[in-house]
T-cell receptor
Framework: EPEVTQTPSHQVTQMGQEVILRCVPISNHLYFYWYRQILGQKVEFLVSFYNNEISEKSEIFDDQFSVERPDGSNFTLKIRSTKLEDSAMYFC???????????FGSGTRLTVV | GENVEQHPSTLSVQEGDSAVIKCTYSDSASNYFPWYKQELGKGPQLIIDIRSNVGEKKDQRIAVTLNKTAKHFSLHITETQPEDSAVYFCAAILNTNAGKSTFGDGTTLTVKP
């Protein structure tokens, strides 16, 4: 069964550093998403991406964040100048259809120290 | 924006009993309602979904019902098994909203053997 692959599974970074979280969506999917989940809390929308541009972003997704699909297969989330409160699980998801069910990756646990 | 409320936050049942999780949504224009199961350390996995033109959908031991008038939908798991123990999330999607999902807070289901 096709999978969404995320790397790394766990990233520890110093406060103020930049991190890049990587995702390989399912190959025939067209819609890509980043969500985050702070420990014990709900899954929160960050950004959606379609046709090589951002479709929608949440209030969380400020200038500190950016996304890119550099080579037609990878989908990355960059977090600049990380803060302690950025510590969370970050999930990448993709879907074949707009408004369809997602396939989520296993997530990257980001710990900012 | 859309707001999804999910109840209960925790649910404990005996193996073989049924479990019901309920969600309400606020935006009557939402038209797609997936349910995800999240096991420890993994990403959410789509288990069943329903679109607004359907009132009920069943897949083996799981079923989802939708009441558009009341803006609520429910997940029903029959003949529960210990491996059903996980966190379950409901979500609502507005098709025109770039496929962005609004998630409920999650229900931790424990099935006791």
């Amino acid at each position: 069964e096709p999978e969404v692959t995320q790397t790394p599974s766990h990233q520890v970074t110093q406060m103020g550093q930049e991190v890049i979280l990587r995702c390989v969506p399912i190959s025939n999917h067209l819609y890509f998403y980043w969500y985050r989940q702070i420990l014990g809390q709900k899954v929160e929308f960050l950004v959606s991406f379609y046709n090589n541009e951002i479709s929608e972003k949440s209030e969380i997704f400020d200038d500190q964040f950016s996304v890119e699909r550099p080579d037609g297969s990878n989908f990355t989330l960059k977090i600049r100048s990380t803060k302690l409160e950025d510590s969370a699980m970050y999930f990448c998801a993709s879907s074949e259809l707009q408004g369809g069910g997602y396939t989520f990756g296993s997530g990257t646990r980001l710990t900012v120290v | 924006g859309e707001n999804v409320e999910q109840h209960p936050s925790t649910l404990s049942v005996q193996e073989g009993d049924s479990a019901v999780i309920k969600c309400t949504y606020s935006d009557s224009a939402s038209n797609y309602f997936p349910w995800y199961k999240q096991e420890l350390g993994k990403g959410p996995q789509l288990i069943i979904d329903i679109r607004s033109n359907v009132g009920e959908k069943k897949d083996q031991r799981i079923a989802v019902t939708l009441n558009k008038t009341a803006k609520h939908f429910s997940l029903h798991i029959t003949e529960t098994q210990p491996e059903d123990s996980a966190v379950y999330f409901c979500a609502a999607i507005l098709n025109t909203n770039a496929g962005k999902s609004t998630f409920g807070d999650g229900t931790t289901l424990t099935v006791k053997p």
